[in-house]
Nanobody, 126 residues
Framework: QAQLVESGGGLVPAGGSLRLSCAASGRTFSRNAVGWFRQAPGQERECVAAISWSGGSTIHADSVKGRFTISRDNAKNTVYLQMNSLKPEDTAVYYC???????????????????WGQGTQVTVSS
């Protein structure tokens, strides 16, 4: 069964860094765009970043632009989210998801994503 598994979350002080990983198993997602989303308590799940199937195009939300970087290694069937200069408002559960279609550009609309991981908690202390 195809699944995505996030890892790399944790507790860090403001200004710190984390690298999240999203590893796929059961099937390859190398032909699918992948997105990173986050959800804080009481808030809607929002797109943080997305990357096209080839890695040639990316999207970063304005709130994380210049601090977060999405990348992928299709040989390892893994997508990463490098998070630097973390702020308390980045605290959330972070999810990765794979686009239901293949060979698409990076896109953030949740309706496009069918495969979701279980999430990893990121907590940034002030």
């Amino acid at each position: 069964q195809a699944q995505l598994v996030e890892s790399g979350g944790g507790l860090v002080p403001a200004g710190g860094s984390l690298r999240l990983s999203c590893a796929a198993s059961g099937r390859t997602f190398s032909r699918n765009a992948v997105g990173w989303f986050r959800q804080a308590p009481g808030q809607e799940r929002e797109c943080v970043a997305a990357i096209s199937w080839s890695g040639g195009s990316t999207i970063h939300a304005d709130s994380v632009k210049g601090r977060f970087t999405i990348s992928r290694d299709n040989a390892k069937n893994t997508v990463y989210l490098q998070m630097n200069s973390l702020k308390p408002e980045d605290t959330a559960v972070y999810y990765c998801a794979a686009d239901r279609s293949t060979y698409t550009a990076a896109r953030c609309a949740r309706v496009n994503y069918d495969y979701w991981g279980q999430g990893t908690q990121v907590t940034v202390s002030s």
